[in-house]
């Protein structure tokens, strides 16, 4: 069965710190992996990446994918209270994608 | 890139009604997906609304439940019939956009049921 696994679930950190978020996959079809931040209802798109765009930076973000081990890592530098947020990752098997579990981020001034 | 609408944004409804959701895309796209998150979950797809044809529904879902129109490339709603306490969730539809293979959200609804 297709499954998208993050972690952590939860993590609290202080402004100014770096963190690093983490997604695996197993599909059987692997297309393409996207980051999200979902703050209240709607989930904001962050990245896409693929087998010929692998890495992705905006800013104090910036994410990784690595085919070989089937997971990508999601990077925030200098963490701001405004980042707190559940991230999520998705990846596309054929026409649609599944979702992880979220990694719920809370930053504190 | 498109802009996409929903609408109710919230609804407290009472149990074995039902409540038809609107989604609304500024441009024409192919595919547009209908998810639901529960309390505390990720999102789950409910299904691929197929334009002219009937919704694509997933696993635990089916069509009496969640029946689903997509009467042009712009436009669809999902229906959540005869709703119960456990219905009680964030509606979410989306679209993939035009650049590469995005996927992006309208701003939901937040579900109540009572």
């Known amino acids: 069965e297709d499954k998208v696994v993050q972690s952590p679930l939860s993590l609290v950190v202080h402004e100014g710190d770096t963190v690093t978020l983490n997604c695996s996959y197993e599909?059987?079809?692997?297309?393409?992996l996207l980051w999200y931040k979902q703050e209240k209802k709607a989930p904001t798109f962050l990245f896409m990446l693929t087998s010929s765009g692998i890495e992705k930076k905006s800013g104090r973000l910036s994410s990784i994918l690595d085919k070989k081990e089937l997971s990508s890592i999601l990077n925030i530098t200098a963490t701001q209270t405004g980042d707190s947020a559940i991230y999520l990752c998705?990846?596309?098997?054929?026409?649609?994608?599944?979702f992880g579990t979220g990694t719920r981020l809370k930053v504190l001034a | 890139s498109a802009v996409i609408s929903q609408k109710p944004s919230r609804d407290i409804c009472q149990r074995g009604t039902s409540l038809t959701i609107q989604c609304q895309v500024d441009?024409?796209?192919?595919?547009m997906f209908w998810y639901r998150q529960q309390p505390g979950q990720s999102l789950t797809l409910i299904a691929t609304?197929?334009?002219?044809?009937?919704?694509?529904?997933e696993s635990g879902f089916v069509i009496d439940k969640f029946p689903i129109s997509r009467p042009n490339l712009t436009f669809s709603t999902l229906t959540v019939s005869n709703m119960s306490p456990e219905d009680s969730s964030i509606y979410l539809c989306?679209?993939?956009?035009?650049?590469?293979?995005?996927?992006?959200f309208g701003p939901g609804t937040r579900l109540l049921v009572l």
């Open positions: 599909v059987t079809n692997f297309r393409s």
């Open positions: 998705a990846v596309e098997e054929s026409y649609k994608y599944i």
């Open positions: 989306s679209f993939r956009g035009t650049e590469g293979l995005a996927q992006y």
């Open positions: 441009s024409q796209v192919t595919m």
């Open positions: 609304a197929n334009q002219g044809s009937e919704a694509t529904y």
